[in-house]
């Protein structure tokens, strides 16, 4: 199985369960700035009860299997349901639940909608300028790459870097920020 | 031949003009081609892997291959993941 069929199987089951998504991760990040190899499909999932996102456990369980107990990220202690392809290669789906962190909500409220040729349909991803806060929030030596290609791809001055720089801030990754944009070479 | 990593100057020059042409690269393409070519990056990178774990354990048996690929990627998993997801979430204080 390629990568993009196991996406379009993960975004079918998702969309047969009626939940508002978007895709998040290396793909969303390879979308606005570098691409780069990735070995998952990312979900930032809007889960309004359990027995919604059962479902989608559901949909998947003939390819996916789920790990039984739910986890927690040690940042903002958000959900991360984690699932591991049956077949190979071993691809993985993580769904990170929609929760009440300003910065997730506002992220998903700005998720923009777009038509993706690939997987044959609109689909949903965040903005770069929140792919960019988000990377620079997790701060693993990934992210911050991650979050310096986006900034010199799409170009300081086509982005809304006020709003950048606002959670930047609030987050406390200014530093994290100046040096991303530090790092990019005249181009 | 000079050494480059013995120039400070000269290597980060060289990395700063590698690092130019990759996003000038990425400039050129559309969100759409950028998309794709995350995809078939990662489709790539697993058959090499695969390659790799048969050559290793000189097998032509793909799917003991892909057996030690899914063992090399949980490794990793816990490797990048360590302190950064928990199972229990703390009580409030």
């Given amino acids: 199985m390629k990568l993009e069929d196991f996406a379009i199987r993960v975004l079918e089951a998702t969309e047969s369960a009626a939940l508002d998504f978007m895709i998040v991760g290396a793909i969303a990040a390879g979308t606005h700035g570098v691409p780069r190899a990735t070995k998952d499909v990312d979900i930032l999932v809007a889960v309004a009860g359990d027995s919604k996102f059962q479902c989608v456990i559901r949909a998947l369980e003939d390819i996916v299997e789920f790990e039984p107990q739910v986890v927690f990220d040690t940042l903002t202690w958000g959900r991360r349901h984690v699932g591991r392809i049956r077949t190979s290669p071993p691809f993985k789906v993580e769904f990170f639940e929609v929760f009440d962190d300003p910065f997730v909500l506002e992220e998903f409220r700005r998720r923009r909608k777009v038509f993706v040729p690939m997987l044959s349909r609109e689909t949903w991803l965040p903005t770069p300028e929140d792919v960019v806060v988000q990377k620079l929030r997790w701060g693993r030596s990934k992210d911050l790459d991650d979050a310096r290609d986006i900034l010199a791809v799409q170009g300081p001055e086509t982005l809304d870097m006020e709003y950048v720089q606002s959670w930047c801030a609030r987050q406390g990754t200014s530093g994290r920020l100046q040096e991303a944009l530090a790092g990019i070479p005249p181009l | ?93």
Avoid: C
């Avoid at chain 2, 700063?16 to 990056?41: C, G, H, N, P, W």
């Fill in chain 2, 1 to 93: 031949m000079a050494n480059i990593h013995d120039d400070p100057a000269a290597l980060k020059a060289l990395q700063d003009d590698i690092y130019r042409e990759k996003i000038l690269r990425a400039r050129a393409m559309t969100s759409e081609q950028r998309l794709v070519e995350a995809f078939e990056l990662s489709n790539h990178q697993f058959g090499m892997m695969l390659a790799g774990a048969m050559h290793r354990l000189e097998t032509r048996d793909e799917e003991e291959g892909w057996r030690e690929v899914a063992l090399w990627m949980r490794r990793l998993d816990q490797v990048r993941d360590q302190g950064l997801y928990v199972t229990e979430k703390p009580a409030l204080a």
